[in-house]
Structures are given as structure tokens and as C-alpha cells.
């Protein structure tokens, strides 16, 4: 079975940091995209971060020196270290994958496995 799964998210003060961390089982071998989303009351979700088997990142422009998306292969783990906090960091979070490789910037429709989502909220 394919399964992801979240943890880190927490409630932060403005200019604060956490750390989200989705450990990911029961994928075969072969190239992998995995990435972060977000969805905020009342907004569409959206992209975060994205890393491709071969480790190359993008980062949406709100977050860019902020945020940093990264992998540990041999722990099977995704990284997403968010720094310098804001309120509109504000939401609920997704790790997402999808076999092969990322290719230009992906959007939700791309990934075909998601993790149960983690609560990050910024006050």
C-alpha cells in the first residue's frame, strides 16, 4: 500500500519556524516527484515546493529564502523547513508524489499521492 505521511505542523508566532517532515512507503523503485501544497480557508491549494529524484528544487515565489524543500532517500523522508514565518503562511499542508520526473512546475492535478495534510498556523 502507498502511504504518506505527515508530521510537524503546529501553531507559531510571526518570524517563528517549523519544520514538516512525510515519511513515504510501499513505492516501487524508479524516479520519483514529490512536493509540498497548502490550502488556506476560502483558497484554491496550491504549490509550495517541489524536488525531483535527482534532487533539483523549485520554490514558489512566496516563499523563495524562506522555505526550503529537501530529502533524506535513505530514510525514505520529504523536508520542508519553513523560516521567518508570516500569518499568510497560514494553512492546512500537503505532501504529494507522483511517479517520474517533475518536468516543469506542477500543479495539484500532477500528483497522484497525498499525505493526510498538517496544520500550520501562524499568529
Known amino acids: 500500500h502507498v502511504q504518506l505521511v505527515e508530521s510537524g505542523g503546529g501553531s507559531v508566532q510571526t518570524g517563528g519556524s517549523l519544520r514538516l517532515s512525510c515519511v513515504a512507503s510501499g513505492f516501487t523503485r524508479g524516479t520519483l516527484c514529490m512536493g509540498w501544497f497548502r490550502q488556506a480557508p476560502g483558497k484554491e491549494r496550491e504549490g509550495v515546493a517541489e524536488?525531483?529524484?535527482?534532487?533539483?528544487?523549485s520554490h514558489a515565489s512566496s516563499v523563495k529564502g524562506r522555505f526550503a524543500i529537501s530529502k533524506d532517500n535513505a530514510r525514505n523522508t520529504l523536508y520542508l523547513q519553513m523560516n521567518t514565518l508570516k500569518p499568510e503562511d497560514t494553512a492546512m499542508y500537503y505532501c504529494?508524489?507522483?511517479?517520474?520526473?517533475?518536468?516543469?512546475?506542477?500543479?495539484?492535478?500532477?500528483?497522484?499521492?497525498w499525505g493526510q495534510g498538517t496544520q500550520v498556523t501562524v499568529s
Open positions: 524536488i525531483d529524484n535527482d534532487g533539483y528544487t
Open positions: 504529494a508524489a507522483v511517479p517520474g520526473g517533475c518536468g516543469s512546475w506542477y500543479t495539484e492535478g500532477d500528483f497522484r499521492y
